[in-house]
């Protein structure tokens, strides 16, 4: 009689050098998934320094780390960029002076009832189609269900959420996010957009966000890539929030999905300690234009429960994108935006370049302009209205 086969679950490395040697691309993204850490005592051996926070932040959000993101962090800095990112932090468990919330940006009021899709602009809709990521960031706007069993987004869910695409033949873009689509199987994943571009032919663009893409680059594989072209999918929107996470593998990776056809999008949070630096931002975005990754969005830290101490002031902001514009390539340089309470939407952070003011002689309004290096022009003629006299026959 044959027998059952046993699988051991891949061992969490625990030492320093046994972690360095480990080499990504020596096994599958599944059992590197499996590899991941789940606690920050887990790392005590690997890093220096490493905050033993109380175990009271686990309650509201759960940690977990690939093998490959923990290779990224610096060994003895504990303000390492990446380490900031993904480590709990006392700072976690302290009280802002401000309110906090679960769902910050209003997303549960917009999604339609026993689906998962949030329906808060006209014609495109967000389809949450996971509850689970590769790593867990630690500013998460959506803590309320990433790595919440009661947060999973269910098969009835999603079959739902299609039914609902389908039959709205207003919708055009769906964007696939969660939690993360890639954390997938890709024969799931191949039956989820294959659905999509049956039942719905409306949808002109099909995208998927992912920041898998950056936490396990080995996650693209060409079965992926097969998966992806079959069905159209035209962006994935991968998420960077500094240079140190460009790595060659990283460039290697991006470049399959290129070569399947597909657009490739960066979003970026502006956090505190980790980026909030126009210097890194200027490197972050001309590597990532390099590799032929447009930058989309930099967002401000959104006001979720844990997080508050990533929020970068908005006249902040507003000095990080003067010292982009004009100071880097035009194309390299992402919109600003802040995403509004409540389901406001995401609204542009945009310093003044053009004002119009009134002329000192209330005769009329003259426009006065400011370039990227301070220089300053008046255009009076833009201020007027230049009505054109009409043809008669």
């Keep these: 009689m044959l027998q059952a086969v046993e699988f051991a679950t891949p061992k969490v490395f625990m030492r320093y050098d046994e972690l360095q040697a480990y080499d990504p691309e020596s096994e599958s993204w599944q059992k590197q998934f499996a590899r991941r850490y789940t606690h920050h005592a887990q790392l005590n051996g690997v890093l220096n320094h ?3 926070v109380n175990e009271t932040v686990y309650n509201k959000f ?12 610096d060994r003895d800095d504990p303000n390492c960029p990446i380490r900031m990112q993904y480590l709990p932090s006392f700072h976690e468990e302290t009280k802002p002076g401000f309110a906090t919330m679960l769902d910050q940006l209003g997303e549960e009021g917009d999604t339609i009832p026993g689906t998962s899709i949030v329906h808060r602009y006209p014609r495109r809709v967000l389809f949450l189609v996971s509850n689970t990521c590769a790593t867990l960031c630690r500013f998460c706007t959506r803590k309320r ?5 009661s947060g999973s987004v269910h098969k009835d869910e999603i079959e739902a959420s299609i039914d609902y695409i389908a039959n709205n033949k207003n919708i055009e873009d769906v964007l696939l996010s969660g939690g993360d689509p890639l954390t997938f ?3 799931r994943l191949d039956e989820i957009l294959g659905m999509i571009r049956t039942r719905a032919p409306h949808v002109r663009f099909l995208r998927i966000g992912s920041r898998m893409v950056v936490q396990l680059p080995t996650r693209v594989t060409p079965e992926l890539c097969a998966v992806l072209e079959r069905h159209r999918v035209q962006m994935v929107n991968i998420h960077i929030n500094h240079p140190k996470e460009i790595t060659p593998l990283l460039r290697k990776r991006v470049k399959m999905l290129q070569k399947a056809g597909i657009m490739m999008g960066l979003q970026t949070v502006c956090l505190k300690g980790v980026n909030d630096s126009v210097e890194v931002m200027r490197e972050l975005f001309m590597q990532t234009v390099e590799m032929g990754v447009r930058p989309y969005y930099v967002y401000s830290t959104d006001m979720v ?3 508050h101490h990533f929020i970068v002031p908005h006249r ?12 880097i390539s035009g194309p390299a340089v992402p919109t600003f935006i802040v995403d509004g309470l409540g389901g406001l939407g995401k609204l542009p952070i945009i310093p003044s370049y053009v004002r119009e003011e009134a002329l000192p002689d209330g005769s009329g309004t003259t426009v006065k302009c400011r370039n990227y290096a301070g220089k300053t022009v008046e255009m009076p003629g833009l201020g007027q209205d230049f009505s054109l006299p009409s043809v008669s026959n």
Excluded: F, N
Excluded at 316 to 327: A, D, I, S
């Design 50 to 52: 490493v905050e033993d």
């Design 62 to 73: 759960a940690i977990a780390v690939t093998p490959y993101m923990a290779k990224l962090m």
């Design 316 to 327: 902040r902001m507003l000095e990080l994108y003067e010292g982009l514009r004009g100071w």
């Design 305 to 307: 429960e844990g997080a």
């Design 185 to 187: 199987t890709d024969e």
């Design 145 to 149: 269900m990433v790595s919440q069993p």
